[in-house]
């Protein structure tokens, strides 16, 4: 069997996420010895022994065996031994700092989610072996077996989810002005934000939460608190009818993918990660008519550019959300076909294969 050293965060971010699924999938491939980025947090018993059991294997580690790294593009400098070194990363401008353009030139293989990526990867001088492996669902949480009873309040109104933290660059400013514009009080619907930022203080998190509590339709808008499990998240997709992801850029967006599993529509820009999977057929999209610089001065310094959502972005917004409210539209079968090729398990073939092909 051949063997990994495997540098990564296991737990809920979105690169602990990633991390955790291809660990799986790869551990049923090869041995692993495991170097985790910060403290493992995870849920079952089985995967936490198999987690304990790698870490110790750091003991007697081979030095020469294959490295992968699963992590920001930005601090790729420390590595595991001598042998190949393969990073995994994602990001959602589409300039690169010099000093992540050395990290990544750096390495010997640069895995990627998506073909939007490779080509930032192109335009910013990478010169190192660039792979697309796309990301994925856990299908075994995710799909449309899963089915939770709606609160009473809620059983006959039309409701729009939107999963992701507090951010501007997922575009919640926006969100909020096109359900307000798309809406009356009359119309029977509500929008449900699952947006807790970890990130944030306290007093952050709570100015989103107020600004969308007191806004015209503040009234048809629910807060969800944070949830502990991927399987709370999967029972409030099933009570959903239709997610809407105005971001503007994506190293990926999980929550889509996630979606599609379960057979929900979605609306999201066509522009960044999600362009891997989202397309004409399989979803709502909103067109972008330019690029500005990325800034929220928060996570963002303006280096590099993300989509810019104005007037007219605005308007596809809403249209798509009156269109999908008057029509009930609440399946996706062309996405839930899209999402049954977006497996970890081919995910973790693509990586395999480039490793040791």
Known sequence: MNKLNLMCPIGSTGYGITSYNIYKQLR????????????????????????????QKQLIYDNQTTFLKIWHQYDLATRIGNGKYAA??????????????????????????????????????????ICVSPLAADQEIFNTSVAHERPKESSDKY??????????????????EAFNLAFEEKDNVELWMLSYNPFLSPEDNLKWVKLYQ???LGNKIKILPRLPTHKDVANIISMSDCGIFPARAEGWNNEAVEM????????????????????????????IDRLVPAKDNLFFDGFGNWADLSFNEIEQ?????????????????????????????NTANILYNHLYG
């Open 260 to 287: 599609m599993a379960m057979n929900k529509p979605i609306i999201l820009t066509n522009y960044s990660a999600h362009t891997e999977y989202a397309n004409t057929n399989n979803s709502y999209l909103i067109d």
């Open 28 to 55: 049923d491939k090869l041995e692993i010895c495991l170097f985790p980025i910060g403290n493992p947090s995870i849920d079952f018993e089985t995967d936490k022994q198999n987690i304990v059991e790698d870490i």
């Open 88 to 129: 995994l990363t994602f990001f959602e401008v589409d300039k690169l700092k010099p000093i992540e353009i050395s990290m990544i030139n750096n390495t010997d293989i640069i895995f990627v989610a998506s073909n939007w990526a490779k080509q930032i990867l192109l335009n910013n001088n990478i010169t190192t072996k």
């Open 159 to 176: 409701i729009f989810l939107n999963m992701g933290k507090w951010e501007l660059r997922k575009g919640h400013d926006v969100l909020l």
């Open 214 to 216: 007191n806004s015209k």
């Open 317 to 345: 917004m809403v249209e798509h959300m009156r269109y999908v409210y008057k029509n009930s539209v609440n399946t996706n079968p062309v996405g839930l076909e899209t999402a049954k090729n977006l497996t970890w398990s």
